[in-house]
């Protein structure tokens, strides 16, 4: 079966500082990993997706992941936070075959701070 | 290019009755999925459907249902609601059933059962 643990639930950062939030995975195929962005009263929003083509994936809004098969992590990042960023992000996993089910992790609440 | 749309946006229901959420994916997708959102389970998927067929389904009791038309809109049904099922549901649309299709996701149905 697979799943995803975001270490997180809440992470606090300064406007202008890095952005850290770790996402673990479990899955007993070859997975394809999403992170999506939810933001107050509005609907989720795909960052970026890893489908095995290349280990570290670029988004939008300068975000990016890294797939890391040797600790089966998929951590996102951002050099620096901007006060938008602000918003719930889910660590999604789909394995090859059912590919339209996403199992979504619980969630890292990010705040920016000024 | 108009986004996924849900209807209605907020519904307060009583236990025992039945409700019947709407979604209109976006244009020229075929796929529709289901998921329900709250804050002790996270988001949970529901079902799929692509082709007015259904082509996965979570664990989730009979009392979810659901359908899609042939011009790709899908309704969810839940019957003999209980207080546990008060939730964000959320309608995610995709071309196709596919690890490369990306899920555009609805702004979601805030259910709540009194």
């Known amino acids: 079966a697979q799943s995803v643990t975001q270490l997180d639930s809440h992470v606090s950062v300064s406007e202008g500082t890095p952005v850290l939030l770790r996402c673990n995975y479990s899955s007993s195929y070859s997975p394809s990993l999403f992170w999506y962005v939810q933001h107050p009263n509005k609907g989720l929003q795909l960052l970026l997706k890893?489908?095995?083509?290349?280990?570290l994936v670029k988004g939008i809004n300068g975000f990016e992941a890294e797939f890391k098969k040797s600790e089966t992590s998929f951590h996102l990042t951002k050099p620096s936070a901007h006060m938008s960023d602000a918003a719930e992000y889910f660590c999604v996993v789909s394995d090859t075959g059912t590919a339209s089910k996403l199992t979504f992790g619980t969630g890292t609440r990010l705040q920016v701070t000024l | 290019k108009a986004g996924v749309t849900q209807t209605p946006r907020y519904l307060i229901k009583t236990r025992g009755q039945q409700v019947t959420l709407s979604c209109s994916p976006i244009?020229?997708?075929?796929?529709v999925s289901w998921y329900q959102q709250t804050p002790g389970q996270g988001l949970q998927f529901l079902f799929e459907y692509f082709s007015e067929t259904q082509r996965n389904k979570g664990n989730f009791p009979g009392r979810f249902s659901g359908r899609q038309f042939s011009n790709s809109r899908s309704e969810m049904n839940v019957s003999t609601l209980e207080l546990g099922d008060s939730a964000l549901y959320l309608c995610?649309?995709?071309?196709?059933?596919?690890?490369?299709?990306?899920?555009?996701f609805g702004p979601g149905t805030r259910l709540t059962v009194l």
């Open positions: 244009s020229g997708h075929r796929s």
């Open positions: 995610a649309s995709s071309l196709a059933s596919g690890e490369l299709n990306e899920q555009f």
């Open positions: 890893y489908t095995s083509a290349a280990t």
